[in-house]
């Protein structure tokens, strides 16, 4: 079945560091594919999205490439900051069926110290 | 505006009592989900439903209900609550079933003591 898989966290960064969070996917078909951010306590909210092979999503200075050659939707951002310490989640869309829900990777935890 | 909300913020109960959490969206969204989050964010989805049809059921206990009386409300009822029910649940809403932008709302912690 489709999966995701993310690397593990916790991801522990200075202020203005470079972040990329990787996460590959396996999935039949041509899924869209997603990050979400939790912040602490809250719910989670879309941070960027891509629907098919070579788009780049990009948000609030995070950027991601649907890369169908090798399977990944990597997350990057060239400096950030202390208010980007959050739980980032990749997903994808199974369109399987009647059964259309997102398949979630494990998230992985960013801590950023000023 | 909150545009997906739950009531509770947090629940503390216990085992072996019955629960209600309560959410609302005012989005207009035609679906509506309940997720699971455990202690280490791991989400699960529960349940879906589309302008009040069941369409989403993963393997859980029976003792968890969900009920939508319109497209803008999703309940869900636990029955005779167990320690491993302990978790934050999330109402989510999406504008249609094959849409995967998913607007969540703040969460209901639950603990069972």
């Known amino acids: 079945g489709n999966s995701v898989t993310q690397m593990e966290g916790p991801v522990t960064l200075s202020e203005e560091a470079f972040l990329t969070i990787n996460c590959t996917y396996t999935a039949t078909g041509y899924p869209s594919l997603f990050w979400y951010v939790q912040y602490p306590g809250e719910g989670l909210q879309l941070l960027l999205k891509a629907t098919k092979a070579d788009d780049k999503g990009s948000n609030k200075g995070f950027e991601a490439t649907y890369r169908k050659e090798t399977t990944s939707f990597h997350l990057e951002k060239g400096s950030v900051q202390v208010s980007d310490s959050a739980v980032y989640f990749c997903?994808?869309?199974?369109?399987?069926?009647?059964?259309?829900?997102?398949?979630w990777g494990l998230g992985t935890s960013l801590a950023v110290n000023p | 505006d909150t545009a997906v909300s739950q009531t509770p913020k947090y629940l503390v109960t216990q085992m072996g009592n019955d629960k209600s959490i309560k959410c609302e969206q005012n989005?207009?969204?035609?679906?509506m989900y309940w997720y699971k989050q455990d202690s280490k964010k791991f989400l699960k989805i529960m349940f879906s439903?589309?302008?009040?049809?069941?369409?989403i059921n993963e393997t859980v206990p029976n003792r968890f209900s969900p009920k939508s009386p319109d497209k803008a409300h999703l309940n869900l009822h636990i029955n005779s609550l167990e320690l491993g029910d302990s978790a934050v649940y999330f109402c989510?809403?999406?504008?249609?079933?094959?849409?995967?932008?998913?607007?969540f709302g703040p969460g209901t912690r639950l603990t069972v003591t």
């Open positions: 989510a809403s999406s504008q249609y079933i094959g849409s995967y932008e998913q607007y």
């Open positions: 989005l207009g969204h035609d679906t």
């Open positions: 439903y589309n302008n009040k049809e069941l369409i």
């Open positions: 997903a994808l869309s199974d369109k399987g069926g009647n059964n259309r829900k997102l398949i």
